[in-house]
């Protein structure tokens, strides 16, 4: 694989979740684009992030989508590894296999990845957002790629993957917002509620990334 940089998402950006109770107004009160979270389930007592990690996050990332706005036409005309192989815009199940790795779009899929030889094999656990592959992608293509794996969240587990995936497009779409784009973050947001519900502990890794996707909607 070349060495490009990836768009950040990690556990190390996700401080501890912390006891807060947020104030819907002062959240409205500073948002840029007004995007309805109506239908979002609220969080468990103790899954919800404070007001300061809230802010923090939305500043680091306003500033990684700066940064790939002002660099993309250098990161653009980076070459990319001869085994990376981007597929058709319409190509959803292409994409899927893509961005999440052949082995967790299987049917059935269970297990770590093994790997007989040596390197990485980024086809069998999906290629990460290089930031040398998200600068090739038009709004078109960012948009039908968000869609596409918010579908596969939709009968899903969050998974870091996805995670990844899914901060590196939302730092890529461009204002103003598509009417669609508009559609599929809120419903990408609606869908990490759904599963905030569902997770036992609120010390479990999933819970901040959530949290974060959710911020990154709402605000």
């Not at 989508?65 to 190509?91: A, C, F, G, Y």
């Not at 899903?156 to 779409?173: K, S």
Request: glycine fraction near 6%.
């Amino acid at each position: 694989m070349p060495r490009t940089t990836c768009v950040p998402f990690c556990s190390a950006q996700c401080p501890d979740v912390v006891v807060a109770q947020i104030d819907p107004k002062k959240l409205k009160r500073k948002q840029s684009v007004n995007v309805s979270l109506s239908g979002c389930q609220p969080a468990p007592e103790g899954y919800s992030p404070t007001l300061q990690w809230q802010q923090q996050q939305v500043a680091q990332f306003s500033s990684v989508r700066q940064s790939v706005i002002r660099h993309r036409n250098h990161w653009k005309s980076q070459q990319l590894d001869s085994n990376v192989t981007m597929p058709k815009s319409e190509d959803e199940e292409g994409w899927k296999k893509f961005c999440l790795g052949e082995r967790l779009c299987a049917e059935g899929a269970v297990g770590p990845a093994t790997n007989e030889g040596p390197g990485i094999d980024y086809v069998q656990i999906g290629f990460p957002p290089l930031l040398s592959i998200v600068s090739r992608m038009n709004q078109a293509t960012v948009t039908s790629v968000l869609e596409y794996l918010s579908n596969w969240f939709g009968e899903r587990d969050f998974t870091p993957e996805l995670g990844r995936w899914l901060y590196a497009l939302l730092a890529c779409l461009e204002k103003p917002l598509l009417p669609e784009a508009h559609s599929l973050i809120r419903q990408l947001a609606r869908r990490c509620s759904e599963v905030r519900l569902l997770v036992d502990s609120k010390d479990d890794e999933r819970v901040p990334a959530l949290n974060l996707l959710i911020c990154l909607v709402s605000r």
